[in-house]
């Protein structure tokens, strides 16, 4: 049997459920001592798009300085879908540091070392965070890292519609600490179509082809019997 998609094709025994039995556009059928039922699927993978937070960079007022103080400082932030944190943009002297993610019990989740050069950089983090509320990210030492404040709020929430929502910092809604300009990489979509059926005979040999919405499938089985198609329409 052989089958063209828009993705890739996996071949199952059952309806729903269950281990493929075989991936790729064509399924070579051992030898049957009965009828039996064979199920394609096409499944398409589209990658999840790049996304930027804001504030995307320490122009987000006017008033600012880099650290002197070894103050433990953090950003708190919400997330509604699962997601990985790329890269984070920070501003500082050349220093080592050690950036952290904390959940709302104040739990170490995530921890990514790094040399940070002078000038405005970008730290890869590759973090995957799921839904909640109330994390942290932080810097220990953060001395030398640039940070923003204001006598009003700054600008929060910093928000994406459905991922992420940067909601307040350790110095309350006037300060925006060191990482700016997240870049967050959400997740790839997977869809997959309804398995289309097809009984096949020991006795019997035909052929078919049938067209499912964007999804062929060609039935060249060395023992069919019968092509049943769910919608299927001839073409």
Known sequence: MSATGTGSQKWYTVPSGGNAVNTGT???????????????ENEVTTTG????????????????????????????????TTYITIRTCVFQFSRHKTFKLLDKNTNTLRQVSASVPSGSSRVTLNWTIDPDDNYRLQVDNGANLYSNTKTTNIGY????????????????????????????????LVSRSSRLPCDCNHQHCSYGFFQWSQFHVCIKCISCYSHRFANRRNI
Request: proline content about 6%.
């Open 26 to 40: 064509s399924y070579t059928i051992p030898n049957l001592a009965a009828t039996t039922t064979y199920y394609v």
């Open 49 to 80: 798009a790049t996304v930027n937070s804001t504030p995307a960079s320490n122009a987000v007022s006017t008033t600012g300085s880099y650290n002197t103080a070894i103050t433990l400082q953090y950003e708190v932030f919400t997330v509604y």
């Open 157 to 188: 929430p910093f928000s994406i519609p459905g991922v992420i929502s940067i909601t307040n910092s350790s110095g309350g809604h006037t300060a925006f600490y060191c990482c700016y300009d997240w870049q967050i990489k959400l997740p790839d």
